[in-house]
Structure formats: structure tokens, C-alpha cells
């Protein structure tokens, strides 16, 4: 079974500041992992996947993620917030073959200008 | 290029009444998903299904909740006999279905109906 959670279901930061939103995961086998963000009244976008190329894996608007298998961890980093970063972050878990993707509760990101 | 089409955006039923929510994947896209949000939670699997086939539907309820992706057509989600509780965002996705799991090909998400139970 996988699991995902993500700590801290709410982030405010101001505008040009770090943004650092933090995923765990649990799995049994390798995993795919991934951030998908939502705006208001929409669907998800996928922002960015790991799928054991690089562990460093950069994504759109700026952000990136890091993978750490000593740490179980998928970290979701922007170095300079800007006001159009509110929304709601969602890191998820599947297996390589899986098709089902397990989500973590999520994270909404309020930026201060 | 139209993405991933769900109709209603947002649906209103009376408790017992039934609700369909339908799902056009994108062009192209044979594998179709849905997931459900409740209020201030992440999405929860509930199925996944190929064209008039059900692959994997271990996060649906066990009573009044159905679902179909016919030969034509959108997929289609059926709730029965609607509940307080049905209250929330279904969100569909869908993937090409070929070349392996979802590592290789990421879902692309429709912008959800919102069901609302009076």
C-alpha cells in the first residue's frame, strides 16, 4: 500500500520569499512521484514528476522537487514566491506500473504582498 | 487541442434523487479516471476504466455508486439515491493507455462537477 502526507495544510509566505512545501511518501516499490497544483474552481495541473531519472527534477513556473529515498522524502521548493503561487499543492504517489495515483491532503499556499 | 471535458460544472440534486456526471477524455486518451474530493481533503481514488471495461474500481462505494466508459461516448459516473454525504468535487482524468503506467504517462485532469446535495 502507498501512502502520502504532506505536512502543513496551509503555507503563508511573502511575495519573493521561499516557497518549501513538504511531502512524505510510503511504498513498497520504487515510486512515481508527483506535484500537481490546483487553482480555484479547477482541475489539477501537473507541475512536476520524478520517475527515477534525476532526483533533482525541475518543473514549470519556477518550481522544483527533490527526491530522497533515505528520507522518503518529494519536497516542492520556488526560491521567489509571486502572488500568482496561491493555490493548492498536491503531492502523489504510484507505483511504476500503477494506474492509480494516491494523493496527500494538500497544502494551500497563501502569498503576502 | 481540448483537454479532458466534464459536464455538468456543477450539479445540484435532493437527497434520493440520482446524479450522472459525465467525463470526455482527451483526444486520443483510451483510459479514463475518477476521483473524489471531500471539503478540505485531497483526492480519493475511485475507478478506473478502459473502454467498456472496468480495470480497477477498489475505491468505490459498495452500494448506489456506478461507473461505465462505453464503446462511444463519454465515461459516465452514477450515483444513486444521493446522500449528504455524496457532497463534493468528482474529478475525472485521463492517459493515452499505452506504454506503461502512469510513470510514463501522467494523468491529465478535467476541472471537476461540483455535487451539491440539498
Known amino acids: 500500500a502507498q501512502s502520502v502526507t504532506q505536512l502543513g495544510s496551509h503555507v503563508s509566505v511573502s511575495e519573493g520569499a521561499l516557497v518549501l512545501l513538504r511531502c512524505n511518501y510510503s511504498?513498497?516499490?520504487?515510486?512515481?512521484l508527483f506535484w500537481y497544483v490546483q487553482y480555484p474552481n479547477q482541475g489539477l495541473q501537473l507541475l512536476l514528476k520524478?520517475?527515477?531519472?534525476?532526483?533533482l527534477v525541475k518543473g514549470i513556473n519556477g518550481f522544483e522537487a527533490e527526491f530522497k529515498k533515505s528520507e522518503t522524502s518529494f519536497h516542492l521548493t520556488k526560491p521567489s514566491a509571486h502572488m500568482s503561487d496561491a493555490a493548492e499543492y498536491f503531492c502523489?504517489?504510484?507505483?511504476?506500473?500503477?494506474?492509480?495515483?494516491?494523493f496527500g491532503g494538500g497544502t494551500r499556499v497563501l502569498v503576502k504582498p | 487541442n481540448a483537454g479532458v471535458m466534464q459536464n455538468p460544472r456543477h450539479l445540484v440534486r435532493r437527497r434520493g434523487q440520482e446524479a450522472r456526471l459525465r467525463c470526455s477524455p482527451m483526444k486520443g486518451h483510451s483510459h479514463v479516471y475518477w476521483y473524489r474530493q471531500l471539503p478540505e481533503e485531497g483526492l480519493k481514488f475511485m475507478v478506473y476504466?478502459?473502454?467498456?471495461?472496468?480495470?480497477?474500481e477498489s475505491g468505490m462505494p459498495k452500494e448506489r455508486f456506478s461507473a461505465e466508459f462505453p464503446k462511444e461516448g463519454p465515461s459516465i459516473l452514477r450515483i444513486q439515491q444521493v446522500v449528504r454525504g455524496d457532497s463534493a468535487a468528482y474529478f475525472c482524468?485521463?492517459?493515452?493507455?499505452?506504454?506503461?503506467?502512469?510513470?510514463?504517462?501522467?494523468?491529465?485532469f478535467g476541472d471537476g462537477t461540483r455535487l451539491s446535495i440539498l
Open positions: 511504498s513498497s516499490v520504487p515510486p512515481y
Open positions: 482524468a485521463s492517459s493515452p493507455g499505452t506504454g506503461g503506467g502512469v510513470g510514463n504517462q501522467p494523468q491529465h
Open positions: 520524478y520517475t527515477s531519472a534525476a532526483t
Open positions: 476504466l478502459q473502454k467498456e471495461n472496468i480495470i480497477d
Open positions: 502523489a504517489v504510484s507505483s511504476a506500473a500503477g494506474n492509480k495515483l494516491t
